[in-house]
C-alpha cells in the first residue's frame, strides 16, 4: 500500500498553524521578574489626505500591556502606536502573506482575534481595502429569514442624496455587521462606546435603528476623524493626453490619396498614419470608387454619434447631481447668427452618489460680473468729462497703434528710457469696463515717453494732417485735469478690475464673491475721503513732464435771470472745488451707490446661508445658530429636513478646531465632504445645504468662456457651417475629458445599425 503525501497547501497550512502557535507561547522572560522597568519605542505615523508627503514624528510611550494601551480620543487625534521589533516585525509579516494568500478578504474582523490591534496591524487593514461584499452576498440569513443587505451601505436625505457609509463593513468569515472606524480606533474607555459594533452586529431586524445610533454618537465621530488621518489616497499616474485642437476637417480638396496637398486635416492625418500602419495603408491605395468612410458626410454623422454620446453622458452626470444651475448667454458669430450657450453647474465629489432631487427651488441669480460693469458704465456715462477722458485715451492709441513709423518712435523711447519693463499703450476693452484698467494705466506709466514721440512728430513730421493731430493730442493731454482725471481714474479701475477678475474665475462662489464686493465698497468708500492723496499723486506725474500744478479756470457760466427772480444761483468759483465736487465725489457716489443697488437681491441670496460660514460658526452662540438654520430649512424645505439644525450643531462640536483655521463655505464643504469623508453619513443634511451652496452660479463666465471655441472653430474660412456639425464639434471640444472615455466599440455598433451601407460590421 503505497503512503499518501500531504500536497503543498496542506503543508503550508501546518506551517502556518504551527507558528501561530508558537506566536501565542509566552517568552521565557516572562517566568522572570525585572528588578528595572524597560522602556520601548514606538513611533508615530500621521498621515495627511491633502497631501503625497507622510510627515513623520516619533515620540516615546512607555510600555503598557494590551488591555491598557488605550489612549484617550484626543490622544487618538494625534497618534497611534507602532511596534518596532524586528523580530515581531518578521513574524506579523509571515502571518500578513499567509492571510492574504489564503482568503479572499484579508481583512475581515474575522482574521484578528485581538481585542486591541497594534498599530502595525491597523496599517494593514488600512493598506489592503476594507470588508465590503457587494450584490446579494454572502449574506447569511438568521432564524428569522433575515439577513444584511448591500441598501444598508448608503444613507438617503430628503431631498434625495445618496451617501455613502464607508465605515460600515460586513465579515463573511462571522456573518455580522461592524464599524471599521470603531474597530480600529474606538476609545473603549469611554462611556458612549459600542463594544457591539467592534465585534459583530446581527440583530438583523433592528439593525437601521441600530445604524443611525451609532453613527451619530460622539464616539463614532471621533473614530472617523482618526480613521481619516490615517487614510492616505493613492493616486494613479495618468500619460498626459493631446487636448482636442478644434482644427478644421475639410481642405480645398477631399479625395484620399492624391498627394497634392490640397486635403484637409482629417484626410492628411489618415494619409500620415497609413504610412505606419498596414490597415490604413491598404484602405488609402485602394483606388477611387472604393468604401472607405472618410467622405464630408461620414465625418458628420461620426461627428454626431460621438456628441450625442457625450451629450448623453453628461446628461446622466447632470440628473445624478442633487442639484444643478442653468447658466445662459448668447453672441454672434461670423455668420451672423446668434448662438446659445448653456452652461450647466453641479457638484461633483468623488466616491459619493446621489438621487434625483425632489421639487427643487429655483432662485434667479443675475450675472454678478455683468453688474459690475454696469456699475462703471452708469458712472462714465453720467458724468461728460469722463467719457471725454476715455475718447482722449483712445485717440492717443489710434494715434500710435495706425502708423508702424509711429509705433516705432513711442517703442525707441520706452526702450532709451531704461524702464524694468517694456510696457506698451493699450486700446480700451470694447466689452469690460474693468479692461480700461490696462489702458488707464500703461498711459499713466508711458506719460513722459508719450509726450517726448508727440513731441518728436510734430517736430519731424511732413504730413500736416499728422501734424494737426498730434498737437491736438499733446494740448489735451497737458492739462492739470486730465492728468487728475487719469489718476482718479486709475485707482477706481484697479479696485474694479481686481473684483472683475475674482468674479471672473472658474473657482469662485457666493461666499468670494460677497467678500470681494463687499471690500471692494469699503474700498471706494475709503477712497472718496483721501482726496488729498490723489492730488499728491498727480502732482508728481505732472512733474515729470513739468506741467502747472493748478487746475484750469474756465469762464463762469451765468444763468440769465427773470425778471420776477430776486438772487441768482450760487455756483463753486475755486477750479479744485469745482473739479472734487463735479468729478470725484460725483463718480465715487455713483459707483458706491450702484454697487449697494444693483447687489442688494445678491447679498440677500447670501445671508440665506450664514449658518454655512465658518466665521459665524467659531463665533455665534447656539442660539443664533439655530435661528439661522431654522431659516435655511425654511427656504429649502423641500430639500433640507428639520434635522439640519441638530446635525449643524453636531458638526460645530466635532469639528470645532478645524473650523476656526477656514476662510470660507468651500473650504467647509471639502473639511467635511473629502478630508473626514466618513462623517458624510452622518451629516447627510449639512452636506445638501453645501452642495446647494456650492451649486448656485455667480456669474456667466463660463458660458463666455465657450465663445472662445466657436470663434476658433467657427471661422471665417467656415462661415458656412452648417448647425449641427459647429454643435457637435463644439461640444465635442469643449468636454474633452468626456469624449476620451467614449467606448468606441459601442459608437461602430451604433454607426452600423444606423448607417451602414456598403459594408457590414
Same mark, same amino acid.
Given at each position: ?233 493613492? @493616486? ?381 460658526? @467659531?463665533?455665534? @452662540? ?140
Amino acid at each position: 500500500m503505497s503512503k499518501k503525501m500531504p500536497s503543498g497547501y496542506e503543508k503550508r497550512k501546518k506551517k502556518t498553524e504551527d507558528q501561530e502557535k508558537l506566536l501565542k507561547l509566552p517568552k521565557i522572560s516572562s517566568f522572570f521578574s525585572n528588578t528595572t522597568p524597560r522602556e520601548n519605542k514606538s513611533e508615530i505615523i500621521i498621515k495627511s489626505v491633502n497631501t503625497e508627503v507622510n510627515s513623520e514624528q516619533s515620540v516615546e510611550l512607555s510600555s503598557v500591556d494590551c488591555e491598557k494601551s488605550e489612549v484617550s480620543a484626543p490622544e487618538m487625534l494625534s497618534s497611534c502606536s507602532y511596534y518596532k521589533g524586528t523580530n515581531q516585525n518578521k513574524s506579523f509579516d509571515i502571518v500578513f502573506k499567509n492571510i492574504i494568500e489564503t482568503s479572499s478578504d484579508p481583512t475581515d474582523i474575522g482574521h484578528f482575534k485581538e481585542i486591541v490591534l497594534d498599530a502595525q496591524t491597523k496599517r494593514f487593514i488600512i493598506e489592503n481595502g476594507y470588508s465590503r461584499p457587494k450584490a446579494k452576498g454572502p449574506f447569511a440569513k438568521n432564524s428569522d429569514g433575515r439577513s444584511f443587505s448591500e441598501k444598508y451601505y448608503f444613507t438617503v436625505s430628503k431631498s434625495g442624496l445618496k451617501i455613502e457609509r464607508s465605515w460600515l463593513c460586513y465579515s463573511t468569515i462571522l456573518q455580522k455587521a461592524y464599524c471599521r472606524s470603531c474597530w480600529l480606533f474606538g476609545d473603549r474607555t469611554s462611556t458612549g462606546f459600542q463594544k457591539i459594533w467592534t465585534t459583530g452586529y446581527c440583530d438583523w431586524k433592528h439593525i437601521v435603528d441600530g445604524i443611525k445610533r451609532h453613527e451619530q454618537s460622539h464616539v463614532h465621530y471621533i473614530s472617523c476623524l482618526v480613521y481619516e488621518k490615517w487614510f492616505l489616497n493613492k @493616486t494613479l499616474n495618468e500619460e498626459l493626453e493631446q487636448s482636442m485642437r478644434s482644427l478644421p476637417f475639410r481642405g480645398h480638396r477631399e479625395k484620399l490619396g492624391s498627394g497634392k496637398g490640397e486635403n484637409g486635416n482629417f484626410i492628411c492625418f489618415i494619409e500620415l498614419l497609413a504610412k505606419y500602419d498596414p490597415v490604413l495603408e491598404k484602405v488609402v491605395n485602394q483606388g477611387n470608387n472604393k468604401v472607405n468612410y472618410c467622405s464630408p458626410k461620414i465625418q458628420n454623422e461620426l461627428i454626431q454619434l460621438i456628441s450625442n454620446k457625450v451629450k448623453n453622458e453628461l446628461i446622466l452626470n447632470i440628473k445624478e447631481a442633487p442639484f444643478f444651475s442653468i447658466i445662459i448667454d448668447t453672441t454672434q458669430d461670423i455668420s451672423k447668427v446668434d448662438q446659445l450657450s448653456e452652461i450647466y453647474r453641479y457638484c461633483v465629489i468623488e466616491k459619493d452618489e446621489y438621487g434625483n432631487p425632489k421639487n427643487p427651488s429655483a432662485a434667479y441669480v443675475h450675472c454678478s460680473a455683468h453688474n459690475l460693469n454696469l456699475v462703471v458704465n452708469d458712472a462714465v456715462k453720467e458724468i461728460t468729462e469722463m467719457e471725454i477722458f476715455f475718447d482722449v485715451v483712445q485717440r492717443v492709441f489710434v494715434f500710435f497703434g495706425h502708423s508702424i513709423v509711429r509705433w516705432r518712435i513711442l517703442s525707441d523711447l520706452i526702450k532709451e528710457s531704461n524702464s524694468q519693463n517694456g510696457l506698451l499703450i493699450k486700446k480700451l476693452n470694447p466689452t469690460r469696463w474693468a479692461g480700461h484698467y490696462e489702458a488707464v494705466f500703461a498711459l499713466k506709466i508711458r506719460f513722459v515717453e508719450i509726450q517726448k514721440a508727440l513731441t518728436k512728430v510734430i517736430l519731424c513730421s511732413s504730413k500736416l494732417d499728422e501734424k494737426n493731430e498730434a498737437e491736438g493730442i499733446k494740448k489735451q493731454i497737458e492739462n492739470y485735469n486730465f492728468i487728475c482725471t487719469l489718476v482718479f481714474q486709475c485707482k477706481i479701475l484697479q479696485i474694479i478690475n481686481l473684483t472683475s477678475k475674482i468674479l471672473q474665475s472658474k473657482s469662485v462662489d457666493l461666499d468670494n464673491a460677497s467678500n470681494s464686493l463687499k471690500n471692494c465698497y469699503e474700498q471706494l468708500k475709503e477712497y472718496r475721503c483721501n482726496f488729498n492723496d490723489l492730488l499728491e499723486e498727480a502732482n508728481i506725474v505732472a512733474k515729470s513732464w513739468s506741467i502747472s500744478t493748478e487746475f484750469q479756470n474756465k469762464r463762469r457760466k451765468v444763468v440769465k435771470k427773470y425778471f420776477d427772480e430776486l438772487c441768482t444761483d450760487m455756483r463753486l468759483t475755486c477750479p479744485e472745488s469745482l473739479f472734487r465736487v463735479t468729478i470725484f465725489n460725483r463718480a465715487l457716489d455713483i459707483l458706491i451707490n450702484q454697487i449697494s443697488k444693483r447687489f442688494s437681491s445678491f447679498h440677500e441670496l447670501m445671508l440665506n446661508f450664514t449658518c454655512l460660514q465658518p466665521s459665524f460658526l @467659531t463665533s455665534a @452662540t447656539d442660539l443664533e445658530l439655530l435661528n439661522e438654520a431654522t431659516k435655511l430649512v425654511n427656504k429649502y424645505d423641500k430639500d433640507i429636513s428639520k434635522t439640519f439644525t441638530s446635525e449643524i450643531l453636531a458638526v460645530r462640536s466635532t469639528l470645532k478646531n478645524q473650523i476656526s483655521q477656514l476662510n470660507s463655505t468651500r473650504d467647509l464643504a471639502q473639511l467635511l465632504m473629502v478630508k473626514n469623508h466618513s462623517l458624510t453619513a452622518s451629516f447627510p443634511e449639512v452636506c445638501t445645504a453645501l452642495l446647494l451652496f456650492l451649486t448656485i452660479p455667480v456669474t456667466s463666465a463660463s458660458a463666455e468662456r465657450s465663445f472662445s471655441k466657436l470663434n476658433i472653430i467657427k471661422g471665417y474660412l467656415r462661415s458656412t457651417m452648417m448647425q449641427d456639425r459647429l454643435s457637435g464639434l463644439a461640444l465635442i471640444s469643449i468636454e474633452q475629458e468626456t469624449a476620451r472615455e467614449v467606448d468606441f466599440e459601442n459608437l461602430i455598433d451604433m454607426f452600423a445599425e444606423e448607417k451602414a451601407r456598403k459594408k457590414k460590421f
